[in-house]
């Protein structure tokens, strides 16, 4: 019987140690991760990421680099899959999907500070704390708006009055923190 059940102990034991060993020999080495934290340096441009600052930058593609690295833990299977590029494509957007999700405060890289600027939404000359400002009370006037950031984006793509309502609420916060009015005016050509 302690034969038996030492043979069971140590078969378990073996089996364990074979599957840890297995895990470990599945993780991507340190050369794979920084190959493919390289390889998302191209996202960069993308317009969301080409606002983050270097540090956010590097936390983001940490990120998707462990998404990858765990949804596909063999590195040299991944690599030669035929369609590589468009699933790391899409873990990218997915990723950027889910950030802005998290936090509607992320607005400032969809209406980055210059644009609101140039477009005469805010005034030039706010500090930091200024901007956070606006986009605390943007991003909360967002989400009692839309119940997703889905609705949000749709509704901005669809349909030109949601751009309407998008300016009413960048007025009112502006308005609010700065007393900055943003006046629309229609021009109407006669011929």
């Known amino acids: 019987m302690k034969k038996i059940l030492l043979s069971a102990s140590l078969l378990t034991l073996i089996a364990v140690m074979g599957f840890i060993g297995c895990s470990q020999r599945r993780q991507w080495n340190h050369e ?29 593609s940490d990120g998707v680099a462990t998404d990858l690295e765990t ?7 991944f690599i030669q899959m035929p369609g590589v590029n468009d699933t790391v494509d899409m873990v990218v ?20 500070y210059p644009y609101l600027v140039a477009q ?15 986009y605390n009370c943007f991003a909360y006037k967002v ?17 030109t009055t949601d751009n309407s309502r998008i300016r009413r609420m960048e007025a009112q916060c502006a308005n609010d923190l700065f007393n900055w009015t943003v006046t629309e005016i229609d021009i109407v050509e006669v011929d």
């Not at 949804?71 to 299977?77: C, D, E, G, I, L």
């Not at 950027?96 to 969809?110: G, P, Q, Y």
């Not at 989400?143 to 349909?159: C, E, H, I, R």
């Open 71 to 77: 949804a596909y833990p063999v590195y040299t299977s």
């Open 93 to 112: 957007v997915t990723a950027i999907v889910d950030e802005l999700n998290a936090d509607a405060r992320n607005m400032r890289h969809i209406y980055p």
């Open 143 to 159: 989400n009692s708006a839309y119940q997703t950031m889905t609705q949000f984006f749709n509704a901005v793509l669809a349909d």
């Open 32 to 60: 794979e991760r920084k190959a493919m934290r390289e390889a998302l340096r191209d996202y960069r441009q993308m317009a969301y990421l080409n606002d983050l600052n270097d540090d956010e930058y590097v936390v983001f």
């Open 120 to 134: 005469g939404v805010l005034p030039a000359g706010l500090d930091h704390e200024q901007q956070r400002q606006f």
